[in-house]
């Protein structure tokens, strides 16, 4: 029997962060002995069809009672039915990285109808994982006590110093699947003003998650006749993704809101400056002194904060030199995971003693 079975939703293998964190936390925990079996549901998340609600259904039915079941929020928030089916006799995590509502582009009715089904299958469950304490506040709005979440924020592997490759104009990285909420679209329109400048600009992230929004901001590359300067790239490998930090001189994340944002301790792991926003937790991932960070959804800003690392030396250095320091202090994947077990050795104890 094992420890525990994590359920995601779709290929478990996906680069993206929330499913990096997933498969990072089981890495480290398997290296430390733990039994861990990880199941990949079948069908439409987070809006669930027929084929998510049996796959969902199906892997819980497979479990024995007592088993330990930890599943990814995009998997649970919209089937609370069957979560609440399973509770009384396995013990339910939901692993949350931010909420199904905060999702950017929702409409009223869309955000209403995830707010209560997410709502419902928390309430079921026995204990609850969060990736930043910015969510675990945030899950108050969804009647959750404090005292059933625990907080366990990413680890990050310590990268190879980020140098640029010293090959030509100013390297800008942003690592995101594009998506309305990560905000490429107003990278793109800040970049426009600053054609003055020297620069390139890679956008890496899957492409197959929102084509409507892809073919907006393909569009608006091509207006702006920046297609010599701004590459959308695609999901690219690990190995991949190593070399562009490496080679890159700035980060840039436009994100609306972030349940925690990964990728900017990835790049602060490499010693890399940020330009960010203030979206979700966003505003406490980054330090004061590695970057800057502007309100979401503000291009004027964006813009401004690009053209101050670009143009002013003494802004560039001073927060490359805050990026250096803070990468010396980034907590690790083993350590995350070591309090990701901890988490949940307590919540079965506390039910032991219910």
């Known amino acids: 029997m094992s420890d525990f079975t ?4 779709g290929d478990p293998g ?3 962060g929330g499913y990096v964190y997933d498969a990072r936390i089981v890495e480290a925990l398997r290296a430390d002995g733990w039994q861990i079996d990880v199941v990949g549901l079948e069908g439409r998340f987070p809006e669930p069809d027929a084929v998510a609600s049996h796959a969902l259904d199906s892997a819980l039915t497979t479990l024995p009672d007592g088993s330990r079941a930890v599943i990814d929020g995009l998997a649970l928030g919209g089937l609370p039915a069957i979560v609440e089916r399973h509770a009384s006799r396995l013990s339910i995590t939901a692993l949350v990285h931010h909420p ?5 582009g929702l409409g009223a009715p869309e955000q209403q109808r995830f707010r209560i089904s997410e709502t419902r299958a928390l309430a079921a469950v026995e204990s609850v994982i969060v990736t930043s304490v910015y969510t675990a506040r945030r899950l108050a709005d969804f009647a959750v006590p404090a005292e059933k979440i625990a907080v366990i924020e990413p680890g990050v592997e310590t990268g190879e110093l980020a140098s640029g490759d010293g090959s030509g104009p100013p390297r800008l990285l942003c690592i995101a699947t594009v998506t309305p909420r990560k905000g490429q679209d107003l990278l ?3 970049l426009a003003g600053l054609t003055s400048l020297p620069w390139q600009c890679d956008l890496i992230g899957a492409l197959d998650r929102a084509e409507a929004y892809v073919d907006k901001v393909r569009e608006a590359i091509a207006r702006h006749q920046l297609d010599d300067r701004v590459h959308l790239l695609g999901s690219q490998s690990s190995e991949s993704l190593n070399a562009h930090y490496r080679q890159a001189d700035l980060f840039v994340l436009p994100s609306h809101y972030e349940g925690y944002g990964m990728v900017i301790t990835e790049a602060l792991a490499h010693g890399l400056p940020v330009v960010t926003t203030t979206g979700g937790a966003l505003a406490h991932t980054l330090p004061d002194t590695a970057g800057i960070k502007v309100p979401p959804g503000d291009v004027d800003a964006l813009r401004e904060a690009i053209r101050s690392m670009l143009e002013e030396p003494e802004t560039y250095r001073r927060y490359q030199a805050g990026a250096r320091e803070i990468r010396a202090t980034l907590g690790n994947w083993q350590t995350a995971a070591e309090a990701f077990g901890e988490a949940l050795k307590r919540a079965t104890t506390a ?4």
């Open 14 to 16: 996906q680069l993206t």
């Open 100 to 104: 199904l509502a905060d999702e950017t």
């Open 351 to 354: 039910e032991a003693t219910r």
């Open 188 to 190: 793109v329109e800040a």
């Open 6 to 9: 994590l359920i995601v939703a």
